[in-house]
T-cell receptor, first 114, second 113 residues
Framework: DTEVTQTPKHLVMGMTNKKSLKCEQH?????MYWYKQKAKKPPELMFV???????INESVPSRFSPECPNSSLLNLHLHALQPEDSALYLC?????????????FGPGTRLTVT | DQQVKQNSPSLSVQEGRISILNCDYT??????FLWYKKYPAEGPTFLIS?????DKNEDGRFTVFLNKSAKHLSLHIVPSQPGDSAVYFC????????????FGKGTKLSVIP
């Protein structure tokens, strides 16, 4: 099983809303990632959690707030977003060790900020 | 500066023929190279990877070749099928504990029936 699930599939929110994106994996992976992907561009890394601790924050604005409640779940809390934050948000996970480089992606949440 | 480059934005191939997707990189310290396939409105799907110490890795219809001296890798798909039509991303991994995948901009493959 190499499945990473994400909810919701689509999300439309206003600039004053607060919403959360959810990601789940049951592969026993201990590294989890959030990426942002704009149309016709490659994915851009936002955050990395390793063993439920935030390891990397790629200078992401504070209106994006990640959370890793346990080894299977990853959330991304959204508040006061801008229209330019509209994008496909991808969650990924990987093992530690020799297969660490193989990141498995979820289907993404298509976010539209109005 | 782009460290991973896919210079062909698109490629069209006849069904049953070979598809060859190319990727160049500049950082000789990359540990692994990967290929992902992406359909519209879906997440990237991991296809195949190769260690920097190898020159070939094969998995079914997919083979990746690595030429370290030229800093070049390629993905061969044989035979190509219409379901292979997607955007293919080349990615490079910076090393243990880095968690960093550097992606190319992608090549859109169209397999014509």
């Amino acid at each position: 099983d190499t499945e990473v699930t994400q909810t919701p599939k689509h999300l439309v929110m206003g600039m004053t809303n607060k919403k959360s994106l959810k990601c789940e994996q049951h592969m026993g992976h201990r590294a989890m990632y959030w990426y942002k992907q704009k149309a016709k561009k490659p994915p851009e890394l936002m955050f990395v959690y390793s063993y439920e601790k935030l390891s990397i924050n790629e200078s992401v604005p504070s209106r994006f707030s990640p959370e890793c409640p346990n080894s299977s779940l990853l959330n991304l809390h959204l508040h006061a977003l801008q229209p330019e934050d509209s994008a496909l948000y991808l969650c990924a996970s990987s093992q530690h060790g020799t297969r660490e480089h193989e990141q498995y992606f979820g289907p993404g949440t298509r976010l539209t900020v109005t | 500066d782009q460290q991973v480059k896919q210079n062909s934005p698109s490629l069209s191939v006849q069904e049953g023929r070979i598809s060859i997707l190319n990727c160049d990189y500049t950082n000789s310290m990359f540990d692994y190279f990967l290929w992902y396939k992406k359909y519209p409105a879906e997440g990237p799907t991991f296809l195949i990877s190769i260690s920097s110490i190898k020159d070939k890795n094969e998995d079914g219809r997919f083979t990746v070749f690595l030429n370290k001296s030229a800093k070049h890798l390629s993905l061969h798909i044989v035979p190509s099928q219409p379901g292979d039509s997607a955007v293919y991303f080349c990615a490079a991994y910076s090393g243990a504990g880095s968690y960093q995948l550097t992606f190319g901009k992608g090549t859109k493959l169209s397999v014509i029936p």
